[in-house]
């Protein structure tokens, strides 16, 4: 009797119709009949009519047959019988001849997204290219809250997962992987709940399946485990224990083939980190078109748009409501999470009524999705999050800075951390360190300014959260003085040169400062 197939199926799986229709091709390429290809194979074998119909598979010994009668390369046995045999998928780019490309998507833990990710293409394509390149192994998404680092961070290892290939199971050969290729998996490590830094491998070990035990520190079991693997680790929200990054980089020193992408607020500070600061979504200036057509195209407003018609999905972009979307989302800085609370509360306002009530916006964006952590289901708790992470020096130059509309020069900065002030110093801390730590915090951000002075800015939405801090401490009357004395210095100073030829620089220093100057003199004609 010869050998009975292995694999049967009932109904016709793509796999076996790629096998079904080779072999139909090769035996008649061979002018061949059925007949004739099953008494070369097995006269004992099922009938070549029940292979080539899809309903029944051949045996491994059968396969290895079919590969001598059909003269299937040696380097390619071994695929081709796993191609003959089993339910692989084949690669739609294969040749037709030779089908048995087989792919295999590594393991992943990656959730499935409930919602589209909208636009940020730019972000994805950046990300991505930074993570294929050899000397990259730690890569930092980093921004403040609800810019979207952890939506970005799985959609990039969801395409990453997609573009690792495998040609076949081990003992295939043949195929040569370019530098951070995942074929044993991507792996999402959520680290929300972890506050013990030290809980960090015990953590990663848990989402690899990992069984730990009493007698082998996890670190020693994680790097047993990964060693010698082509992994792709994405840890989320490390802002809370970031002296963990330490342990990170140990791994990653001992584990030549594992890459590691962390979504924080704050960046890691180890050797070899790559920072990839988070920008906001595209959003239009206030020069910008705003006819429904120009700004369909804008990710922000692509992000309103969608995110409403998930409430009211008849809901469209005319001449009337452009303008007020455009204005919605400069005025939430292009942060989704803000974008997508506003948005939600189309199911009781309107466009106009969401525009009318963002002068109190951290009041107005509340109810995010009960399956989300609190923390993204308000704006507030999303900046609370980050607030809390600050010692006491930095919250209390945090707050002192948010009187500043538009930003501020490093040296008004580090006039505020001076002691000079009725409500005290600030405890032992040098001044452009602490606005340093607020930079790496994500609080703050830095850019040049007029004569390539550093310039210091706040997100409106970050900035407001910040004066309500301001007001609670009791500071804000002194604050709001030592601004507007601030102010006062800077036009003194500019004053004589206004008619010189050392005009233009002074204006272009007021010009920057004029949303300040405007909120002195308006805080001292109220006072």
Known sequence: MGEQTEVQTTTESPAATAFSAWLRRQREGMGLSPFELACR?????????????????????????????????????????????????????????????????????????????????????RVASM??????????????????????????????????????????????????SYEDGVFFVPLASVTDYGLVPSAIATTLNLKLTANQPPMDALRDFVDGKHMLLVLDNFEQIVGAGTEVADLLAVCPNIQVMVS???????????????????????????????????????????????????????????????EIVRRLDGLPLAIELAAARIRVLSVQGILSRLDDRLKLLVGGADNVPARQRTLRGAIDWSYNLLDEAEARLFRRLSVFAGGCSLQAAERMVEDDMSSGPLPGCDALDLVGSLVDKSLLKEESGPGGESRLLMLETIREYGLERLHESGEEAEMRRRHALLMAELAEQAEPYMTSAARDPWMARLDADLDNIRAALSWSLLD
Request: glycine share 6%; no cysteine.
């Open 41 to 125: 194979l097995d006269p004992q074998a099922p009938p070549v009519d029940s292979f080539e119909a899809g309903a029944v598979r051949p045996s491994r010994a059968q396969a290895e047959t079919l590969a001598d009668l059909f003269s299937v390369p040696p380097d390619q046995r071994t695929a081709f019988v796993l191609f003959a045999t089993t339910d692989l998928d084949t690669d739609a780019d294969a040749p037709p001849d030779e089908p048995w490309v087989v792919r295999v998507r590594p393991p992943s833990n990656l959730p499935v997204q409930l919602t589209s990710f909208v636009g940020r293409e730019g972000e994805v394509d």
């Open 264 to 326: 924080s607020r704050i960046a890691l500070h180890v050797y070899g980190e790559q920072v990839y600061r988070v920008p906001p979504m595209l959003l239009p200036g206030k020069d910008a078109s705003v006819t429904p057509e120009a700004l369909a195209k804008w990710e922000a407003v692509d992000l309103f748009m969608q995110r409403v018609r998930l409430v009211r999905p008849d809901f469209t972009l005319d001449e009337a409501t452009a303008p007020i979307v455009a």
């Open 131 to 180: 993570l294929a390149r050899p000397d990259v192994r730690l890569l930092t998404l980093l921004g403040p809250p609800g810019i979207g680092k952890t939506r970005l961070s799985l959609e990039v290892a969801g395409r990453l997962l997609d573009h690792t290939l495998v040609e076949a199971p081990e003992g295939t050969g043949g195929t040569a992987y370019p530098p951070h």
